[in-house]
């Protein structure tokens, strides 16, 4: 119960600061809203081996692809600002206090997933007028699928934070290993036309799994196994990191 | 209120040529009584902030125990936490939130429900005379007004003993002043306040009682009275308007010297035992040896050659 408390405190806390600098939003969704608009009409002949027939296909297919890696980036990069907020000395000032110590990192990962969400919602209902269509039911649960990925990447972030704390070296380390994995989680390009040894590599990735779950359920088909596969793999990973990371947090932050 | 045996903290840092080990806290022993102002005074990197840190649950020791309020540190450091606030060397507040929001975020962090923990904000905003600037953003505020902010911070749950880490670091004097206000407004509300320091001034006139540390080492303690009275005589300050290495050769095997140090160029430092007799028989001196002297004045001990014979360096110096 107290952890639920002191969780909903620190996430108000972190929404209000969010809501103050609205310029995150901005750069947050610049980069989706390019590729929506300049990346995905060169896609139609690339897209043909998956079915696509026309602009509508190709939207269900691409726009999937592009909110799970939205939720990746964003949750990846969530880490400089738990290392910023250790900089600034909120961490000791709150550690002094009987708060919980997981409430302190799950309201600022709530927070962080909160803001991915807006981020997929407004790509969703810009993608509609260009032929995306996807039944309610399908939506709302690509919709959890999407939060638990993002807290997956945003834990992920965290612990690697935690582990090395240093803003600098954290920037280097997440472009390195985020590009890759973002690749093969074929979010640009439906892995279904890469060569076999790379979608044989994907299955080692878990954001590949989720990619094609989401895929999947945008494509229609609430009963594809991929869809449970999918879910199960991310549920399960996203459950482990997130306890690594309060593990590490209540820990390390002295 | 606070007692502290033989507390002990190493940092292990890496180089490039081995790790090296620096004893941070060295053996530190304390109390410190109810109600009572007391200071940290030393140089940076004595280990002051190190010791407050372990006080305050923030950092494990290496070994030594230590009470606070009652309370064993190390086998209730949850329990500590209840009696203590802490205010850090550099605060910790968001910037773009108010104070009044900070300060409710507090009350509530202590587990206060919303409306006690604005009304106890409230009283925190009044109290610190913040009123004018409760509904500004943090990062709108002079250092001092932040400094305020961060001690009603640190008080909001109304503690037993309230840990101030360089309270008044890099602020002007104005604001040091009011600070200090600020301070003895706490103990005479019944507050045990332990604070660091490394101004001379500020352990001299606000703390009860200070305990001088160096190189993780406690080498002097008492009241600034008791310590400075712990220096033999006085100290006899020669000014010579010029090079001191001649009345410097005169000077320093005489009876009455304890010591003698240079200060700045121009300017020699005796420790005497009796002012009064050592004024004509430097200046003898001096004027037989052919050194015109420009300035001769008699200063009571202060702090700071506490710290010079303890330690062999001047506070001010390092
Ligand atoms: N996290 C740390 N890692 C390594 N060395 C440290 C660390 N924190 C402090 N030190 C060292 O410990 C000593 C005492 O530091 P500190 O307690 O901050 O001193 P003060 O607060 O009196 O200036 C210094 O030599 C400092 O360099
Ligand atoms: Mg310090």
Redesign the pocket.
């Known amino acids: 119960m107290k952890l639920l408390r002191d969780t909903w405190l620190l996430f108000q806390r972190q929404i209000l600061l969010m809501w103050r600098t609205p310029m995150w939003l901005f750069f947050a969704i610049a980069q989706p809203v390019t590729y929506l608009f300049l990346f995905t009409p060169f896609l139609q002949k690339a897209l043909v081996p998956m079915g696509a027939a026309s602009m509508k296909d190709v939207y269900n297919i691409y726009v999937p692809g592009l909110l799970v890696v939205m939720c990746f980036y964003t949750g990846l990069f969530a880490g400089f600002g738990l290392l910023a907020e250790v900089r600034m000395g909120i961490l000791e000032r709150a550690r002094v206090t009987p708060v919980s110590r997981s409430a302190l990192l799950l309201g600022r990962a709530a927070r962080d997933v909160a803001s991915m969400l807006v981020q997929c919602a407004l790509i969703t209902v810009m993608s509609f007028p260009f032929g995306l269509t996807v039944p309610l039911p399908n939506l709302l649960f690509a919709y959890v699928l999407l939060t638990v990925i993002g807290l997956m990447a945003t834990a992920i972030s965290y612990d690697i934070a935690l582990t090395i704390k240093n803003e600098g070296a954290l920037g280097s380390l997440l472009n390195t290993i985020g590009q890759p994995i973002a690749l093969l989680a074929g979010v640009l390009l439906p892995l279904a036309i890469a060569p076999v040894w790379i979608q044989k590599l994907a299955l080692l990735n878990p954001f590949s799994w989720a990619t094609n779950s989401v895929r999947a359920l945008f494509w229609g088909s609430l009963s594809d196994p991929v869809v449970w596969q999918g879910t199960a793999v991310v549920t399960v990973l996203a459950v482990i990191t997130v306890i690594l990371s309060t593990r590490l947090y209540s820990r390390n932050v002295s | 209120m606070i007692e502290i045996k033989e507390l002990r903290k190493s940092?292990r840092?890496k180089r490039r040529n081995g790790t090296t080990t620096?004893d941070?806290?060295n053996g530190v022993d304390l109390s410190v009584a109810e109600g009572e102002i007391f200071g940290f005074l030393?140089?940076?990197?004595?280990?002051?902030?190190?010791?407050l840190r372990m006080l305050a649950t923030l950092l494990a020791p290496d070994s030594g125990q230590a009470r606070i309020a009652g309370v064993d540190l190390l086998a209730d450091p949850a329990g500590v936490r209840r009696h203590i606030g802490y205010v850090a060397?550099g605060g910790g507040t968001w910037d773009e939130v108010t104070a009044r929001e900070e300060l409710v975020l507090q009350g509530r962090m202590h587990g206060l429900a919303k409306a006690e923990a604005q009304q106890r904000a409230a009283e925190a905003l009044a109290a610190f005379q913040l009123d004018e600037y409760g509904d500004r953003w943090c990062k709108t505020y002079s250092g001092g007004q932040r400094r305020r902010l961060d001690i009603a911070l640190g008080v909001v749950h109304r503690p037993k003993v309230l840990f101030l880490?360089e309270p008044t670091a890099g602020l002007d004097p104005q604001s040091r002043a009011h600070m200090w206000e600020e301070v003895r407004r706490l103990r005479a509300e019944g507050m045990t306040v332990f604070l660091?320091t490394h101004y001379l001034d500020e352990a001299d006139s606000l703390c009860d009682r200070i305990a001088i540390?160096d190189h993780?080492r406690i080498v002097a303690e008492g009241t600034p009275d008791q310590l400075k009275q712990q220096i033999s005589g006085n100290v006899v300050v020669v000014g010579l308007g010029g090079p001191t290495a001649q009345a410097e050769t005169l000077l320093k095997d005489k009876p009455y010297v304890l010591k003698l140090e240079t200060e700045g160029e121009d300017a020699l430092r005796l420790y005497v035992d009796a002012g009064e007799t050592a004024i004509p028989q430097v200046m003898r001196e001096l004027t037989d040896g052919g050194v015109a002297l420009s300035t001769i004045a008699l200063h009571r001990p202060s702090l700071d050659d506490v710290f010079l014979t303890k330690t062999g360096r001047s506070l001010r110096e390092s």
């Open positions: 940092y840092s620096v941070a806290v030393g140089p940076n990197g004595a280990g002051k902030t190190t010791t060397q880490d660091t540390i993780g």
